[in-house]
C-alpha cells in the first residue's frame, strides 16, 4: 500500500528498556519528521531528516536518537524509556520544499 | 515557549453553525500556516493553508482569515457539519537550514451538534 504507515501502532514498554518506533513512506520523499503529541501541548518535533545519512534536533530531541540509511525508513529509537516519554508519536514525510507534510497514524506508547 | 497560541480549547457548534478557531503567534519569521485536522485515532491531515501576504484563503466552507499586524489567524467552518467533529491544529512554519518546521498550536476539540 502507498502511503506512510508507522509500526507498531501501540506498544507497552518498561521504564530503562530500549525501544524503537518504525516509519515507512513509499512517496520517496525527501523530508521525514517525528512528532510527539500530548495534550496540552500539541504537537512537538522530535528529530526531522532532510535525506539519507542527515538528521537534525527539533524542539523536544532529549533521550531519542533517529537514523536515516535508506530514504523511505525513519526509525525513533527510545535508549532508555521513561515514564514521561508515554504519548503517542507520529511520522510524517514531505517532498522538501513544498510545505504540506503527510502524517502517519501514529503508535501509542506507553512506557511504564 | 509557546509559539503559537490557539484558542478555544474546546468548541461546541449546532449543525449549520460557524465554527472560529483563532490562533497567535510570535516570531514574525514564520512565512507559512496551515491548518490540520484530526479524527479520532488518526494522524492530522492537512485542510488549508495560507502565506502571510494573503489576508483571506477560501476553500469550500472552509476560510483562513490572516492578520500579519496583529500576529494572528483564524480558521472559520461556514455552515458546520458533524462530519466536521474533530480536533483542528493551527501551525506555523518556520524555514532554517536545511528543512521547514512546523510549530503547532496545542489544538481545539470541535464537536458539531445536531
Known amino acids: 500500500d502507498a502511503g506512510i504507515t508507522q509500526s507498531p501502532r501501540y506498544k507497552i514498554t518498561e521504564t530503562g528498556r530500549q525501544v524503537t518506533l518504525m516509519c515507512h513512506q513509499t512517496?520517496?520523499?525527501?523530508?521525514m519528521f517525528w512528532y510527539r503529541q500530548d495534550l496540552g501541548h500539541g504537537l512537538r518535533l522530535i528529530y526531522y531528516s532532510a535525506a539519507a545519512d542527515i538528521t537534525d534536533k527539533g524542539e523536544v530531541p532529549d533521550g531519542y536518537v533517529v537514523s536515516r540509511s535508506k530514504t523511505e525508513n525513519f526509525p525513533l529509537t527510545l535508549e532508555s524509556a521513561t515514564r514521561s516519554q508515554t504519548s503517542v508519536y507520529f511520522c510524517a514525510s514531505s517532498e522538501g520544499v513544498r510545505y504540506e507534510q503527510y502524517f502517519g497514524p501514529g503508535t501509542r506508547l506507553t512506557v511504564t | 515557549q509557546q509559539q503559537v497560541k490557539q484558542s478555544p480549547q474546546s468548541l461546541i457548534v449546532q449543525k449549520g453553525g460557524i465554527s472560529i478557531i483563532n490562533c497567535a503567534y510570535e516570531n514574525t519569521a514564520f512565512d507559512y500556516f496551515p491548518w490540520y485536522q484530526q479524527f479520532p485515532g488518526k494522524g492530522p491531515a492537512l485542510l488549508i493553508a495560507i502565506r502571510p501576504d494573503v489576508s483571506e484563503k477560501k476553500e469550500g466552507r472552509f476560510t483562513i482569515s490572516f492578520n500579519k499586524s496583529a500576529k494572528q489567524f483564524s480558521l472559520h467552518i461556514m455552515d458546520s457539519q458533524p462530519g466536521d467533529s474533530a480536533t483542528y491544529f493551527c501551525a506555523a512554519s518556520l524555514r532554517t537550514g536545511t528543512a521547514s518546521k512546523l510549530t503547532f498550536g496545542t489544538g481545539t476539540r470541535l464537536q458539531v451538534t445536531l
Open positions: 512517496w520517496s520523499h525527501s523530508y
